[in-house]
């Protein structure tokens, strides 16, 4: 009788795994933000992070790979995986559909504390996608992706029976969304500006309120 063999995994070996690609990651970002995505190479990356240049290719076969799990990262809420993140967020917010004016601050705070982590990575990929056609590409991706999040809280208001300001379509309503929580708005005001995130997150939600309820916005304080 044969016995299947399950393959030994050892807890210290994956601890390291996980500290090698911490340090692989925390490199990458610092370094294409700071020196931009073209001029950082997989080599300045290695050197960064301490570890020889097949490591960082366990992490991302390429450069343009390794950008994105960088973005992957950095998105992440809480240390959990996106689509879990992004699940936490839709639930936030239906917790408090009923409340247009809470729905929206609470959208506020979260985009607010996303972009804290993700402003810089995201405007070192805007940069390379002027001279990059496949940086080009994945920005156009993310673009789309975020339009569609912005999307997806309009619904979440009409689903509740809430009353878009007069003359806002969802459509346009979407697009004022968007523009919002940009990731260089938040590093205007809180990077350029000294906002504090907190200011930050607080001003945005009520410019959502103003936008897009308008008077009704003044229903919950």
Known sequence: MDIEKRPYRSPRRQEQARATRRAVLDAAAELFASRGYAATSREDVARAAGVAVPTVATVAATKRALLEAVLDDAGRRDGQPLPLALRSWLQDLRAVQHDPAALLRAHARSSSAVSAHTAAVTEAVRRA?????????????????????????????????????????????????????????????????????????????????????????????
Do not use: K
């Not at 997806?152 to 878009?164: D, F, H, N």
């Open 129 to 221: 996608a002027g001279a990059d056609a496949s940086i080009a590409e994945l920005w156009a991706d993310l673009t789309v992706q975020r339009r569609r999040g912005q999307a997806t809280v309009v619904e979440l208001l009409a689903q509740a029976g809430s009353s878009l300001r007069p003359g806002l379509s969802p459509a346009e309503a979407a697009d004022v969304l968007w523009v919002l929580t940009d990731d260089a708005l938040h590093t205007a005001l809180v990077g350029d500006r000294g906002w504090t995130q907190e200011r930050f997150a607080g001003w945005l939600g009520e410019a959502m309120c103003a936008l897009l309820l308008g008077d009704s916005a003044t229903r919950q304080q």
